[in-house]
């Protein structure tokens, strides 16, 4: 059921970034870190055998769409979680800094080829890289989506070395409650 729900939820969010050119956030004081414990327990508790760890540092406040940025984390340990290995590590690290906070998702073991990077914050683009997938290529779009309406940016690094790493960075006080943009 909860697949079920993920993937309407998807749908909808798809639906409302592409007819208002963005997402709609409604920004308050959050603590980042304390959104981040939420997501690892969940992944824990949904993956009782995977290490799934968090490493937070700095000042994780600031003025985010808390729902928005719970659902940018989630997705993103999700996937990692989904498309890795399952005796990967999989590694929420937050770093805050003066002006913004950043968000990494670390999976080890899961390489993103060259040629995919440029397409996977597409929606539809669906690859499945390290495991076998049906889901519907979104989750990826809308954590892009999410970021850019709180004034933040996603990226991904991954290499044979040391895996693939998702990468977003948020300003402290970044978004807008009206369109998001």
């Given amino acids: 059921m ?4 993920r993937l309407i939820r998807q749908l909808l969010d798809f639906t409302r970034a592409r007819l208002s050119n963005g997402l709609p956030v409604q920004p308050t004081s959050v603590n980042l870190g304390q959104l981040a414990e939420r ?6 508790s949904a993956h009782p055998g995977r290490d799934v760890r968090l490493v937070a540092n700095g000042d994780l406040k600031g003025i985010w769409d808390g729902d928005r940025i719970f659902q940018l984390m989630d997705s993103l340990v999700g996937n990692a979680l989904h498309h890795g290995p399952v005796t990967s590590s999989v590694v929420l690290q937050l770093q805050g800094r003066w002006d913004g906070v950043t968000v990494q998702v670390h999976d080890p073991d899961c390489r993103v080829p060259p040629e995919y ?3 996977l914050f597409e929606p539809f683009k669906h690859r499945a890289l390290c495991s076998a997938d049906d889901g519907l290529g979104l989750s990826l779009f809308i954590v892009r989506q999410i970021a850019l309406a709180h004034g933040g940016r996603i990226s991904v690094e991954s290499g044979a070395a040391d895996g693939t790493r998702f990468i977003v960075w948020l300003p402290r006080t970044g978004g807008s409650s009206a369109t998001g943009s």
Avoid: K, L, P
């Avoid at 997501?39 to 824990?44: E, G, L, S, T, Y």
């Fill in 2 to 5: 909860r697949r079920v729900e």
């Fill in 39 to 44: 997501v690892v327990a969940d992944r824990r």
């Fill in 117 to 119: 990077q440029g397409t």
